[in-house]
């Protein structure tokens, strides 16, 4: 039966994160339509509640998942990208086929969902929320996890360009979210561990640090959850919001390193430059920039 109620989908909804959208969803008074591989492991029964088996790296399966939403709800207002694990061990050490499995979910996963969601927002007239769920390490990578980082890094800079361009009269807002470390599984029974590599034996710092992560962490994914409907109900949502303490230095971190660099290497940056080339189109460069 199809409803006025404002419906929310969501990915990896099985746990984490993911569970707690739908919890604080359903609470809320929200539709929510939960997309997993395995969403017979999901213990909720509620008359709102449509729980989907998706596998979003099949974009047949994902444009299932919209249609199945749209029949029975009628509309979907929020769409929640959260989907994904992480893959740790030093580059050398991954397969060619564990690289491209992280990618495949963590990235083309959420290229087929966003790509459908756009185009249902875009339709329907009525447009929506898109929250990107990406991560600190989107931005601040850290060791023993470069395919993750890489699949994070990725996300935000196809949804930063997809941003740039929607027509606004769309009234379509993409959020990308920037968590540190979240109480959840992440970093225990979701976290895939490549073979060591015996040229990385000597240096072992990092696999220690994201083996004994789990437990630590700072965020709670339901005050999260809550968050990020707030967020999906303004007018103008933030392009990027950050979650936690640790997040925030790191990426304060970041740049502070980047603008660092960037100044101590001017004057190298700017050798390359042709001999005709005018200094002065710099100011109309930063003046077009500002209105980006």
């Given at each position: 039966?199809?409803?006025?109620?404002?419906?929310?989908?969501?990915t990896g909804a099985s746990r984490g994160l993911g569970f707690a959208l739908i919890t604080v969803g359903l609470a809320q008074g929200y539709n929510?339509?939960?997309?997993?591989?395995?969403?017979?492991?999901?213990?909720?029964?509620?008359?709102?509640?449509?729980?989907?088996?998706?596998?979003?790296?099949?974009?047949?399966?994902?444009?299932?998942?919209?249609?199945?939403?749209?029949?029975?709800?009628?509309?979907?207002?929020?769409?929640?990208?959260?989907?994904?694990?992480?893959?740790?061990?030093?580059?050398?050490?991954?397969?060619?086929?564990?690289?491209?499995?992280?990618?495949?979910?963590?990235?083309?996963?959420?290229?087929?969902?966003?790509?459908?969601?756009?185009?249902?927002?875009?339709?329907?007239?009525?447009?929506?929320?898109?929250?990107?769920?990406?991560?600190?390490?989107?931005?601040?990578?850290?060791?023993?996890?470069?395919?993750?980082?890489?699949?994070?890094?990725?996300?935000?800079?196809?949804?930063?360009?997809?941003?740039?361009?929607?027509?606004?009269?769309?009234?379509?807002?993409?959020?990308?979210?920037?968590?540190?470390?979240?109480?959840?599984?992440?970093?225990?029974?979701?976290?895939?561990?490549?073979?060591?590599?015996?040229?990385?034996?000597?240096?072992?710092?990092?696999?220690?640090?994201?083996?004994?992560?789990?437990?630590?962490?700072?965020?709670?994914?339901?005050?999260?959850?809550?968050?990020?409907?707030?967020?999906?109900?303004?007018?103008?949502?933030?392009?990027?919001?950050?979650?936690?303490?640790?997040?925030?230095e790191l990426i304060r971190k970041q740049h502070q390193d980047i603008k660092q660099e960037l100044e101590k290497n001017v004057a190298l940056s700017t050798s390359v430059t042709r001999d005709d080339f005018d200094p002065d189109t710099v100011e109309i460069?930063?003046?077009?920039?500002?209105?980006?």
């Amino acid at each position: 039966m199809k409803s006025t109620i404002s419906t929310v989908l969501v990915t990896g909804a099985s746990r984490g994160l993911g569970f707690a959208l739908i919890t604080v969803g359903l609470a809320q008074g929200y539709n929510v339509v939960a997309c997993s591989r395995a969403p017979e492991s999901i213990n909720i029964e509620h008359s709102n509640l449509l729980k989907l088996k998706v596998n979003v790296t099949d974009i047949d399966s994902v444009e299932r998942a919209f249609k199945s939403a749209q029949r029975i709800f009628g509309n979907i207002n929020i769409v929640i990208n959260n989907a994904g694990y992480g893959l740790a061990g030093e580059f050398e050490s991954y397969t060619i086929e564990e690289m491209h499995r992280q990618m495949d979910v963590n990235f083309w996963g959420v290229t087929y969902v966003t790509k459908e969601a756009l185009n249902y927002m875009r339709e329907s007239g009525t447009g929506g929320r898109i929250l990107q769920i990406s991560s600190v390490a989107g931005y601040y990578p850290s060791p023993c996890l470069s395919m993750y980082n890489a699949s994070k890094f990725a996300i935000e800079g196809l949804s930063q360009t997809i941003m740039r361009e929607l027509d606004q009269s769309w009234n379509i807002a993409i959020t990308i979210v920037q968590p540190g470390g979240m109480q959840t599984e992440w970093a225990a029974s979701n976290m895939q561990w490549s073979k060591a590599h015996p040229a990385y034996e000597n240096d072992q710092s990092w696999r220690p640090f994201w083996k004994n992560y789990h437990g630590s962490e700072e965020t709670d994914p339901n005050k999260a959850a809550n968050l990020l409907y707030t967020i999906a109900q303004l007018d103008k949502p933030p392009q990027k919001l950050v979650l936690g303490y640790d997040s925030l230095e790191l990426i304060r971190k970041q740049h502070q390193d980047i603008k660092q660099e960037l100044e101590k290497n001017v004057a190298l940056s700017t050798s390359v430059t042709r001999d005709d080339f005018d200094p002065d189109t710099v100011e109309i460069l930063r003046q077009n920039l500002q209105s980006m």
